[in-house]
């Protein structure tokens, strides 16, 4: 009785003091600080000074005062650029509440002459709301703010929790393409600071969005329509960085980060001799008609170690400022980067089976360790100069830079039954190390002004030099086989077909670009705008590989060898793949020009326009093979209507609806006719790859309650005519799997989009949720009975249609980020969890086997504590549930009959797992400052 009691007392006690807090004698006084156009100030202050009480106003601009005792008050209230106001309450009784907002007027200065110049809060989430609201497109504006608290390095990890958008990641599981409503990264485009930037990708158009530091960004736009003035080729929409600008005073900022990634504790981290690698091949190094030895490639490169890494380090540090009375402005930021990311990966090669019963049959199963080394830079500058307030010229410079420095080791057991028996511990392996550097470069310069020639008359030009490069030199394959005899591993001998490949393209771009604008003093809300843009492109492409054999062909591992230094080989071809199809330059020139017209009508804002774009676009092989098409070419013409209104329900309300017409473009790589042995299947061209043709529609209702607070509700659709996607087929004497681009006839594309941003005093909320539908019928086949009743009767292959979504479509994903901020204390935190649904990864050639990605759930979490006014500390922890990304097709695997046989990871009786990557938590911990 006595330990109930107890207990009774101290659950009493620990009541009180939870609601102690919100129990006083004494009143209270909350509100709100608005200012003149009723925004929320956050940070105002609210004291009383008589009784030495105080606090500051929340993130919606409210505040609340306790323990105010019975009598009369002065409360004052301030708020730098605004008028302080003093006004006095009287609180009559006890546990009153008394409920007072407060409306600030900008405090002001009488002069004899006075020039007032407007300036935008540069990176704040009102700038955001401000831009998204007052845009001709529908468009998502995420600001440098907002990306300072997240727990996010690159752009590609911002990308991902913009509304409607996912990322593909790459084997470390870092982001890397953006997957736009459900579109695949082709039907997008990149832009800095609203020019077209080429990619250094050797395969594609799309940008690697991890290439970009998140911490030179002023904001990132994420256009989802477009309007005449844009280039027409972002059937999903474009993502446009814009970089640092000069700030009206001066201004110096930086952070500095430390790290680890806790995979490295768990599976070390694999390194190798980068050094030595020779950045050109032999046959580049000695002529065309050199035969090479072995003595040629370097040897330690392939001989990789384990290692404990040193921590990860993150910094960036820009300065700039307003000179010469605010007419010149200078900004030039740096950044980078040094980390170690590790993947822990399971892979299962599968085809579908032979007898009928149309589901994946398990052919190996591959254990897969990642280590890479990043190392990003990146460096720009911005200059402009206001001639006078008519004319005003600028130079925008900047250098990006990622390396990767990557080994993969991969340990195959054979599962298609040759001697594998899972319960004596028997099977046939394989084992593959590969060393990989890569190296990308993107360069961007341009110069551009802006002129007032009359009241009514205004011109913009610019001239813009980019150009991407990626170099992969002796991206370079150690190859052995082995064998488990009762669960113990034999000794290694070292297999055929060793490669050592040199990869290297350039793509350089050279636009100009011409925009007119009229808008006259009689018809003030009615804009005339023509322009042209004319592009030449061209790319060199550059492949050798070479192929070792071990001679003598034997060589055990303890006995022969027991590094790779110690083993002898045999160089099949001394000349190189001197006849590959990748050995070719390409071109491609862009003419465009557009009229639009921009008025407002019954309070709704109308912008409709034309753009027409003339592409030529070819390539020529270097060494083309007998009887083989050297050179190629196609010309055509786009003629691409645009609509976009929007009515103003509100000062604070619009509702939007936009209709334009894209394209997408193949690539180089794609129609060039090559055959490639890449690491999990061959891949080919495809010369007859035709461009992509799309309707897009899009209907939005925006509501902004606050500068920094949104509700937008929309939806879209998209009807796309010849889809490029990968497709998985098997052709050739061995029938063997080869992965090809195609069109595949005619897609929709319709979704949801609801987006949200709501703060309550310390706690504010963002979040958004995208559902999408697509569908597309392709051909599919299907290997049965040719008498369905007859068992025992012959297969044949039939061709049937298949239902499906498009290629890297997910039905559902979703954004959720709670934030806490106290002024008072200094303390921002942010918890954000992203949500991506099942989406189609890999196409399949047989009914019903495509590879879809299972949906995962990742969260992280940021803190910043303020130590003094222009110091803080930060902690951000990544992936902190450890997500897994898994692949699986939606079949049971397929098993002999009587088959005892267990496959290792395969547990589900209606699902395959094909994939299984782990990437662990990482840590960072900073100091960011500013003054």
């Not at 599962?415 to 099977?427: S, T, V």
């Not at 993107?442 to 150009?467: D, E, M, P, R, Y």
């Not at 753009?611 to 098409?629: A, H, I, S």
């Amino acid at each position: 009785m006595k330990q109930i009691i107890y207990f009774r007392n101290i659950l009493s006690m620990t009541i009180v003091c939870l609601l102690g807090t919100g129990y006083s004698e004494a009143a209270t006084l909350k509100g709100k600080i608005n200012g003149p156009a009723k925004e929320p100030l956050t940070g105002a202050q609210i004291s009383i000074p008589g009784l030495q009480a105080g606090t500051i106003a929340g993130l919606d601009g409210s505040f609340h005062l306790n323990d105010i005792p019975v009598g009369i008050h002065e409360v004052r209230i301030s708020f730098i650029g605004f008028k302080e106001i003093v006004e006095t309450i009287e609180i009559k009784e006890e546990n009153e509440t008394m409920i007072k907002s407060f409306l600030m007027e900008a405090h002001l200065q009488e002069l004899k002459e006075v020039v007032v110049t407007a300036y935008t809060d540069k990176g704040t989430d009102t700038e955001a709301r401000s831009i998204e609201k007052k845009a001709a497109q529908t468009m998502n504006v995420v600001s440098a703010k907002t990306i300072a608290l997240s727990p996010d390095i690159t752009v590609a990890n911002v990308i991902q929790r913009v509304s409607g958008l996912s990322s593909e990641r790459s084997s470390n599981g870092d982001p890397q393409y953006a997957i736009v409503r459900g579109m695949d990264k082709r039907y997008s485009y990149t832009l800095v600071n609203g020019l077209k930037i080429p990619s250094p990708e050797n395969k594609n158009r799309y940008v690697p969005l991890d290439i970009f530091p998140a911490n030179l960004l002023e904001r990132l736009e994420v256009y989802k329509s477009l309007t005449a003035d844009q280039e027409g080729d972002a059937i999903a929409g474009g993502i446009n960085m814009v970089m640092k600008s000069a700030p009206e005073t001066f201004e110096v900022k930086g952070d500095f980060q430390t790290g680890y990634n806790y995979i490295n504790k768990i599976q070390g981290f694999q390194t190798y001799n980068a050094s030595v690698i020779q950045k050109l091949s032999p046959r580049e190094l000695y002529g065309s008609d050199y035969q090479a030895q072995p003595l040629d490639f370097t040897i330690k490169n392939l001989e990789t170690q384990k290692i404990n890494p040193l921590p990860d380090f993150n910094g960036s540090l820009s300065a700039g400022s307003r000179l010469f009375n605010k007419r010149l402005g200078l900004m030039i930021g740096l950044s980078g980067l040094n980390s170690y990311r590790g993947t822990k990966s399971t892979w299962f090669d599968v085809a579908t089976d032979r007898f009928g019963s149309n589901k994946p049959a398990l052919q190996s199963m591959q254990e897969r360790n990642y280590s890479t080394r990043q190392f990003r830079t990146g460096i720009h500058g911005r200059i402009d100069f206001r001639i006078n307030e008519n004319h005003k010229i600028e130079n925008y410079t900047g250098f990006y830079n990622l390396n990767l420095f990557e080994v993969r080791d991969i340990r195959q057991t054979m599962l298609d039954g040759r001697n594998y028996d899972d319960k004596a511990g028997n099977a046939i392996l394989a084992y593959k190390t590969r060393v990989k550097t890569t190296y990308q470069k993107i360069f961007i310069t341009n110069f551009q002004g802006n002129h007032k020639l009359s009241k009514s008359f205004k011109v913009h030009w610019s001239i813009a030099l980019s150009q991407a490069n990626m170099e992969r030199p002796d991206n370079a394959t150690f190859l052995r086989n082995g064998e488990l005899k009762n669960f113990v591993e034999q000794p290694q001998n070292i297999e055929r077909g060793n490669s050592r490949r040199w990869e290297h393209n350039q793509d350089k771009d050279i636009t100009g670009y011409l925009n007119l604008i009229y808008q006259s003093e009689k018809w003030e809300k009615t804009l005339l705008k023509t322009g042209m843009m004319f592009r030449n492109k061209n790319r060199d492409n550059y492949f050798n590989k070479y192929t070792f054999d071990p001679s003598p062909s034997l060589q055990l591992q303890g006995k022969d060898w027991n590094s790779y230094s110690d083993v002898q080989w045999d160089l099949i071809n001394p000349a190189g793949s001197t006849s590959d199809e990748l050995n070719y330059k390409a071109r491609e020139n862009i003419t465009a020009c557009y009229f639009l017209v921009k008025t407002e009508v019954l309070n709704t804002e109308v912008n409709v326009g034309i753009r027409v774009e003339n592409t030529y676009q070819g390539y020529t092989l270097k060494n083309p093979k007998e009887n083989q098409t050297a050179d190629s070419s196609q010309q055509y013409i786009d003629v691409s209507p645009s609509l976009s209104l929007k009515y103003k329900i509100s000062p604070i309300q619009n509702l939007r609806f936009t209709y334009y017409k894209a394209i997408s473009r193949p690539s180089f790589f794609e129609i060039v006719p090559y055959q490639l042995e890449d690491d999990d299947y061959k891949e080919a061209g495809n010369p007859g790859l035709q461009r992509v043709k799309a309707d897009n529609i899009d209907l939005r209702w925006e509501f902004f309650p606050s500068p920094s607070e949104q509700i937008l509700i929309g939806g879209f659709y998209k009807k796309i005519k010849d889809p490029i996607e990968y497709a998985l087929i098997r052709s050739g004497i061995n029938n063997a799997p080869m992965i090809v681009p195609g069109n595949y006839g005619t897609a929709f594309n319709t979704g949801i989009e609801v987006d949200f941003t709501k703060y309550f005093n310390k706690i504010g909320i963002r979040g958004n949720y995208t559902f999408t539908h697509s569908q597309i019928n392709t051909l599919k086949a299907l290997r049965t009975r040719e008498n369905p009743a007859a068992p025992a009767s012959n297969l044949i292959l039939t061709n049937v249609m298949q239902k499906r979504t498009l290629q890297g479509q997910a039905k559902h994903i979703a954004n959720i980020s709670l934030l806490f901020k106290d002024l008072k204390h200094g303390i921002e935190a942010q918890l954000a969890g992203i949500y991506t649904g099942e989406r189609l990864e890999v196409i399949s050639p047989f009914l019903d086997n495509d590879m879809y990605a299972k949906p995962v759930f990742q969260l992280d979490f940021s803190l910043e504590k303020k130590l003094w006014k222009k110091l803080e500390v930060l902690l951000k922890i990544n992936n902190l549930l450890n997500s897994p990304y898994e692949v699986y097709i939606k079949k049971p695997v397929y098993k002999d009959e009587g088959s005892t046989l267990n496959y290792p990871m395969q547990i589900s009786s209606t699902k395959t797992l094909v994939r299984k990557d782990q990437f662990y938590q990482s840590f960072r911990l900073g100091l960011r400052f500013e003054f």
